[in-house]
C-alpha cells in the first residue's frame, strides 16, 4: 500500500523534513521555569544557532539568532505587491517530562497494534491512544520510552523549514515575503515576552504547533494564574497549644474546598473551563499554592476566580493569626477576538488546506500557544497543525506523513497569500 500522503508534494517534501526533525530533536531544548534570563537553557542557543545556520545554506541571507534567543529570516518574494507574512514554531520542548538524550526511532509503515518501546516499558497502545488507529500505513516516529520526543515544537519547526527549503530551491512558484520565526521558552509562557513584531514586519502569522492532521486553531484559553501565599505560626509543637497556625494546613483546606466533580481538567472538556492547583508547597511558617484558571470565555474565567477568592477568604476567616494573599496574574487571552475581524487570515488558510485536500477541523486550543499572546500584541496568529500527539508524555509519536502535509500547507499557504 502506498504511504497516506495528502499529495505528491508533501511526499517530495518528506525525506528532507524527516532528516531535519530527527536532528532538533537530538538537540536537549527543555525549558526551566522562573527564568532569570532568555532563553531559559543553553541547549535551545545551541538549536538556534543550528536553524540560522541552515536557513543561510537554504538562502535566507539574513537569518539570525538574536541575544535573546529568537531566530529571525526572511524569504523575499516572488511576485510583487503581496503581504508579508509570519511563520512561527518555538525551539523549547516541556520541561514536565524527561528530555535529555531523545533517541528517535522510526517506525516505517505501522501495521496497528501496540508500539513497544525498547526503554522503560514505554508502549503506545491504540486501546488507550485513538489517534494511533487512524495511522495504518504511516511511517511513525517516536523517542525510546524514557524521553519526550520533542515534535512539540519541532515538528512545527522541521516543517517550516522543510517547506521553507522547497520555496528557496522553486523561485517559480509564487508566494509573498515570508519572515520566519523560532521563539524559545513558549513551554514556561514566556514564548511571546521578547517577539519583536515591529521587526518581524509581518501582517499576520501562522504559529505550527500540534496537533492532528487537518486543525486549524483560531481559539485558545483565556488564561490566569493564581498564587496563594500563606503565612502561619510558628511554635515548638510540644508547646504549641492554642498558638501554633499551619500555613500548609491552611493552604491545604484551600485545595481540599476546590470543586472535585466540575471545573477539574479531568472532569471538563470542549469548551469548559477549570481551576486546576499545579504546585503546593511548605511547611508550619510558610506555604505556597499556584493553581492556573482556565476558559474561553472572559466572564465566566473572571466567575472562576471568584469562586477561588471565596474559598480562600472562607478559608482565611476560619484562620485568623494566618496571613493569607492572593495574587492573579494574566498569562494569555483567547486570541478569536484579535483575529475575527481579520477575514483574510483565516480564509487564506482555508484555501491552502483545500489545495492538500483537507476540510479545516475548528475546535478551540484547550491551551495557549505563541498565537494567544502575540495576536494580543497585534499580530493575529492562528495555528497550523503538525502532525504530534501526545505532548509532554513518554509517548509522543508524529507521523511523518502529517508533518509533511503540514510542510505541504505552508507551500500552498505562501501561493493562497499572493492571491489575495
Ligand atoms: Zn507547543
Redesign the pocket.
Known amino acids: 500500500m502506498a504511504a497516506p500522503y495528502s499529495s505528491p508534494l508533501a511526499q517530495a517534501l518528506s525525506e528532507d523534513l524527516l532528516a531535519r526533525f530527527l536532528r532538533y530533536v537530538q538537540v536537549q531544548t527543555q525549558s526551566k521555569p522562573d527564568r532569570e534570563r532568555s532563553p531559559s537553557t543553553p541547549g535551545q542557543l545551541e538549536l538556534g544557532r543550528l536553524l540560522a545556520a541552515e536557513l543561510e545554506a537554504i538562502g535566507l541571507a539574513d537569518a539570525e539568532l538574536d541575544e535573546h534567543g529568537y531566530v529571525y529570516a526572511t524569504l523575499p518574494a516572488t511576485v510583487a505587491d503581496a503581504p508579508v507574512i509570519g511563520l512561527i514554531a ?1 525551539l523549547d520542548t516541556s520541561p514536565d517530562a524527561p528530555g535529555a538524550g531523545v533517541a528517535p526511532i522510526v517506525h516505517r509503515d505501522y501495521q496497528a497494534g501496540v508500539i513497544e518501546l525498547p526503554r522503560a516499558g514505554t508502549r503506545l497502545d491504540p486501546e488507550t491512544m485513538p489517534r494511533l488507529r487512524g495511522m495504518v500505513g504511516h511511517d511513525i516516529v517516536t523517542a525510546s520510552g524514557d524521553t519526550l520526543l520533542g515534535a ?2 519541532k515538528a512545527g519547526v522541521a516543517a517550516i523549514m522543510a517547506a521553507v527549503a522547497h520555496l528557496a530551491a522553486h523561485p517559480e512558484l509564487p508566494r509573498p515575503t515570508l519572515r520566519i520565526a523560532f521563539t524559545p521558552d ?2 514556561i509562557g514566556h514564548g511571546a515576552t521578547l517577539f519583536d513584531i515591529p521587526r518581524f514586519g509581518a501582517r499576520c502569522a501562522y504559529t505550527l ?2 496537533s492532528r492532521r487537518g486543525e486549524l486553531q483560531d481559539e485558545s484559553f483565556s488564561a490566569i494564574e493564581v498564587r496563594i501565599d500563606v503565612a502561619g505560626v510558628g511554635v515548638h509543637p510540644g508547646t504549641a497549644k492554642g498558638k501554633l497556625v499551619s500555613a500548609l494546613m491552611v493552604a491545604a483546606e484551600i485545595v481540599a474546598g476546590l470543586p472535585k466533580d466540575r471545573l477539574t481538567p479531568a472532569t471538563t472538556s470542549g469548551r469548559e473551563g477549570f481551576i486546576h492547583p499545579t504546585m503546593l508547597e511548605g511547611g508550619t511558617e510558610r506555604a505556597h499554592l499556584r493553581l492556573i484558571v482556565r476558559d474561553f470565555d472572559e466572564q465566566l474565567l473572571a466567575g472562576h476566580v471568584a469562586l477561588l477568592r471565596e474559598i480562600t477568604d472562607r478559608v482565611s476567616a476560619a484562620n485568623p493569626a494566618a496571613r493569607v494573599e492572593l495574587q492573579e496574574i494574566r498569562q494569555y487571552r483567547n486570541m478569536r477576538a484579535y483575529i475575527e475581524h481579520d477575514q483574510d487570515v483565516i480564509a487564506a488558510a482555508v484555501e491552502a488546506y483545500a489545495a492538500e485536500g483537507l476540510e479545516p477541523i475548528r475546535e478551540p486550543i484547550r491551551g495557549g ?1 505563541d498565537g494567544s499572546r502575540l495576536s494580543e500584541m497585534g499580530l493575529p496568529t492562528p495555528n497550523i497543525f503538525d502532525g504530534g500527539h501526545e ?1 509532554h508524555s513518554l509517548r509522543e509519536f508524529a507521523s511523518l506523513q502529517d508533518m509533511a502535509c503540514a510542510a505541504a500547507v505552508v507551500v500552498r499557504l505562501a501561493e493562497a497569500w499572493t492571491r489575495r
Open positions: 518555538h512539540d515544537d513558549e513551554e504547533d500540534g500557544t505532548y
